[in-house]
Structure formats: structure tokens, C-alpha cells
């Protein structure tokens, strides 16, 4: 226990496994960065309080550099009493510069508020790339979008063709989603980027530190108002993993879709070879496994939140171990996201549609409703124009005619003497779809407006 930096008042020694069981250098020394510009700017506090010296922050500066130097490098060496990045790093700047001038920079600091500190200088870094790496995929579905505006397909409800849409307005869904992702991550960012730093171990800082003054050096918008809030609050975690799996569960949708739309049934997309895999037994596949992956692995980053979201519920304040779990499903989430958003980029912008499949997938049953609407603007109340229209289609059916659009006016007039001639321009796929042109419709004009409308946010 003497070799410990809270070995003080321990005399027996501690269970090797513990010591593996509590330490968290292997995880965390990813922060290290984060840790050596928390301890820079917290040295400057002390400072500015009179509690060190310029000549032994300039030392202590010196040395933070020359350990950041080290784990650039790879060359940090990791000592077997190092139980996580902030005692290594502690540990190291007191070999670097001595013991007498190091000793002196944790006055008034605690790991409590420290971890919590590196935490979000971690995680804000860690979003703002995520947050570049989505605005491209975004950009990417939008521009396929725009380049593909002819394009129509069946839109399904219940995975049963419904009616006809534009490929680009289901393109224009996905964007949608990911772009209130986008800006939930903005949302996001703004409350994690507050700082804990100075309020001590739990009840605050006995030398009078200058909070907004730690805030500011770090890039945070301010201090945490209270200090047992600021070492113990760990939701900026738990926000973070949630938006994670909400943007993980659209991926995973839009990857499902792809899935069913990529299958010889459908045939509608074609994933780039860059991005299938084939059989080890049968020699003609093609497997989507990027799609795949991305739909399973939005089932992992949920196991981090829901992992870590249960080791929270019930830890009372302040501070306790059992914080240190925030990291492993946190980093993992992280690089999951990262790979995946790249992963769904690549695909999407690579992926090859096939037009004639898509446009011969749809059938004439699928303007069963705007039959039903020919009526409507007749003047005929849309409940009894529904009920016509089924008509239509079950005598069509009857007569085993190809479609709808097979009857003929007689036949139509026979169901329902309202029917005229110009019934048979109902049976046009593009008119169908150019009638939708309310906000938010499958229109051209209105895809156009919503992908305008995604652009302008971003
Ligand atoms: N490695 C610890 C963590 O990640 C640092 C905080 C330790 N604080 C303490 N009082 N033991 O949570």
C-alpha cells in the first residue's frame, strides 16, 4: 500500500486481483490527453491563487508536455501501481520533474472531480467528430436524393405495397431522422460541455479556486453549480449512449430496408462488392453483411445503455466505484457509432439502384385510393368513394383482368354511374405520385423542398 498515492493510512496489502479488478488504466488511458489539459489548466488556477509559483508551473507545464509527448509516441511506461490515467500520469510527472513541485498539484483536486472533467473533454471531442462524420452521411443521402428524383418505387405499409412514392423521398425519410440526430446532438453538447473541475472531492474547493475561470481555460460554457452534483452527475453519459442507440436503431432501419430491397425478390438495390461478403460453401452469394452488421451492432451500443444506465440507478451521492463502469460501454459505443456511420456512408454512396425493378414493382391496385379520390373530387364522400374503389378492385379481380385499370367504362359506370371517361387518367404511377404535393409529400416539388429544407439545417 506505500507505493499507492492513497497508501497513507493502509499497512496490509491489497489482493492482486483487486488491484486488476480496480483498475481502469487499461480503459482509460485513452483520456489521456483530456487528463494532461485538465491538469495544465487546473495548475493555472492554482496559480492565479497564489498556490504555486510561475517558475514551478512552467515546470509542471514542461513536464505535462513531456508525458503527453510520451503517449504520443508510445513510449509512456505503465508501472504496476498505476490504477488509472490520473495516477499514472501524477505518478510520472513526479518522476519527470520531482516529487517536491509535483506533489503540489492535486492541492484542493480529487480523481472525483478530475475523471468527471476528462470525462467530458473525452466525450465533447469524441461527439463533435461524430457530429462531422453524420453531416457527411447525411450530405450523401441528400445528394443521391436530389440526383435521383425520377426514380419511383412501391411505398410499402406492413411491408405490403401501399402506394407509389419516389425513391428519393425514401431517401429523404432516412436523411429526416438522421438529421434530428444531428440536432439532438447539438443538444446534447450543450450540457455536456459544463465543468465539475474544482469542486474537490465532493463538498468544494477549500482555497477559493476560480471556477468560471477553470471553465473558460477548458472550453466549457461554466461550472457545475453544485459541487456534490458535479463529481457524482454522470447523465451526460447516459445521454450520450442514449442518442448513440436512437441514431443506431435509424441505421439499423435503413440497413433493414436495404436488406429486403438488395434480395433477388426485390431487386431494387445492389450493395457494392466493397461492402458484401461471400460464402464459404456456395459459391454464388453475395451477402450484405455490412447491412447486417449495422443492424446487430445497434443492439450492442443499447446494451451499453442499458448496462450502464442500471449500475447508475442506484449509487448515492457523491461519488462511488461504481462510476467507473461509465467507461467501457461509453468507449465502446463510441467507436461502434464512429465505424458505423462510416460503414453506412460507404454503402449508401456506392450503392447501385435498379430503376426498371423499382418502377416494375408496382401494380395498378396500388391507386386503388386515388380511385377512390377520382370520386372525392366528384363530390362524393370519401368513406363511400372507399368502399366503390374496393368495388373496382374485387371485380377486377373476379374477372381476372391484369389490374384495375383493365375494367372498362361500362363496367366501371355498372359499379357506379358517377365514373366518366377521364377515369383512366387515374392510371398513371407519376400522376399518383406528383398529387401529393402537400409539405412533406412524394411530389417532386415537395422531396425537393424537404431535402432543400435538411440542407439549409445542417
Ligand atoms: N478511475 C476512477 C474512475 O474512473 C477515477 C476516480 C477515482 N476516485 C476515487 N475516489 N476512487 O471513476
Known sequence: AESKLWGGRFTGATD?????????????????????TGTKVYTQGLQKIGLLTESELESIHDGLERIRAEWESGQFVEKPGDEDIHTANERRLGELIGKHIAGKVHTGRSRNDQVATDMRIYVREALEKL?????????????RAETEIDVLMPGYTHLQRAQPIRWSHWLSSYATYFTEDYNRLQEILARINKSPLGAGALAGHPYGIDREFLAQGLGFSAPIGNSLTAVSDRDFVVETLFW???LMNHISRFSEDLIIYSTAEFGFVQCADAYLTG?????QKKNPDSLELLRGKSGRVFGSLAGFIMSLKSIPSTYNKDMQEDKEPLFDALTTVEHSILIATGVISTLKINKERMEGA??????????ADYLVRKGVPFRETHHISGDCVKSAEDLKLSGIDQLTLQQFQQIDSRFGEDVKDVFDFEASVERRNATGGTARSAVLKQLNALKNSL
Open 279 to 283: 460464402s464459404s460453401l456456395m459459391p
Open 362 to 371: 408496382l401494380t395498378m391496385d396500388m391507386l386503388a385510393t386515388d380511385l
Open 131 to 143: 457530429s462531422g462524420f453524420l453531416k457527411t452521411f447525411i450530405t450523401t443521402i441528400i445528394v
Open 16 to 36: 492482486p486481483l483487486m488491484d486488476l479488478y480496480n483498475a481502469s488504466l487499461p480503459y482509460d488511458k485513452v483520456m489521456y490527453d483530456a487528463d494532461l
Open 244 to 246: 448513440s442507440t436512437l
